[in-house]
């Protein structure tokens, strides 16, 4: 920073603007968000795991549901 | 009867519960005085490259409990859906649930009605251009349908020539003045007294082609379980229109993989081509107006501005079991400039809060309003998402580094491209620049926006058509 303002000046605001308090209040509500929809994409790229598979069950059908009435399954 | 009870209230109840819970996390936020933020650090790469960063990150434990918030809340609605399906699937009461499995079952138990049967049923007005694409998709199918019928609405082109040429039949509405819905509710009422219970009718818009394997796939799995009610298409774009185009595809590619990764449960029966077993559409017909919205003795609602979504919700409301299978994928076509998507998007999304308005909070339309919701959070965060952005890089005259926004922007990155990998090239570079995608969404937000303060003020809707043009691979009717 070669620039020899006093006030550190940004493009349109005062860089102040990001050390005030509303600042922060907006910087952390966007920060929480932005880790929750980061958390959903995280579990968007990993497989998606269906627990009801590792739970053995007898989960054959006692009659067919078939249109052939005495299909075997 | 039911209609309306939610109506224009179903925006305000939308828009006043998602900025709640923004506002209840703000003041939260507030409450515990966030660290302000330090100035940054200054380090230096390879001993030479100078820069500045700034090592500003929630507090772990915020950052955990994020993580546990949002995972918690999308297992939940996950976990309600599944039980709510799990329930009306194992329903024994032919009053609230006729369609439920077991009532179906025990209707059918024992009985022989023959092979199935499919039927298409092809809605077309002024269609000349995509036509016989369709039709010759269904032709060459490996498994062919027994009978195509095209239902010609008010065509003032050679739709109707062009049908019986390629050798299906066409029926030509009469006097209907309620679009496509309407069109079909007149087919229907013939043609539904002639089948029977393994009969089969596919609905399919004049703008999908479907890919070959569709009917043989959906056929096996009708024959295989006479219990379900209806299958659906999984649909992505065609080639071409460019960038929209391919913003278009990319947000089609994720949706299938979405519906993949839920094993074929179904959102949305897409009106680009759904198959439908004869017994469901004559029950959705004979249930309306008493349990279900709409006219008795019509399957359409012909006041629902989408009507495959509220078809969709009928059935499900009705207790059908229903799937979109892996192997069911059909081409469509995709709006070719802002305007039109505008359009477009504009009728799914007044449609879907008005279908959701008119069954009210029930257990079938509960996954309905959380996406609705969802969305409505959505539109919050990424505007104040991209404010902080735009606030930054306006008060800083010196480029400074945010080590923890650039891990999660590279986490993004990656899970854009991953949802995408299967469309190409083309896709993932779309995906791995980030922002074009934001913007895309961000332009849907609006149209969610619009769509909410329309319904709420009470504005009137329209269906616009828009008219094809006669230039190759640029037809713009709306569809779905």
Redesign the interface.
Known sequence: ?T?TAAV????????S???S?W???????????????????????LP?L?PSDWIRTRNERS?T?????DANN | MRKGRFSRAVGIFIALTASGAAALLWFAVAAGGPALSESPAQGFFFGFWSILYNTDAPAPRITLAAIAMALLLAAGVAAVDRRIANRSRRSLDPLTGPLAPRVVMSATRGVYAGPVKVTVLIPAHNEEISLPLTIASLLEQSRRPDRVIVVADNCSDSTVFLAREAGVEVIESVNNTQKKAGALNQVLQELLPELGDNDVVMVMDADTRLDDGFLAAAVDRFAHDRALMAVGGLFYGEEGHGLIGQFQRNEYLRYSREIRRRRGRVFVLTGTASMFRARALRTVAASRGSSIPGTPGLVYDTAALTEDNELTIALKSLGGLMISPEQCTVVTELMPSWRTLWAQRLRWQRGALENIGAYGITPPTLRYWAQQLGIGYGVIALGSYLLLIFLMVVSLDTWIWFPFWLGLGALFMVERVATVWKGGWRARLLAVTLFPELFFDMFLNVVYLKGVADISLGRTASWKHVAPVRVPETTGAERR
Do not use: C, D, W
């Open positions: 920073m620039i550190p000046a940004g493009l349109l605001f005062p860089e603007l990001l050390h308090q600042f922060a209040v907006l910087a952390t509500f966007v920060a929480i968000n932005t880790v929750m929809y980061a958390a959903l994409a995280l579990a968007k790229i998606k269906h009659e549901r078939s249109i052939h009435p």
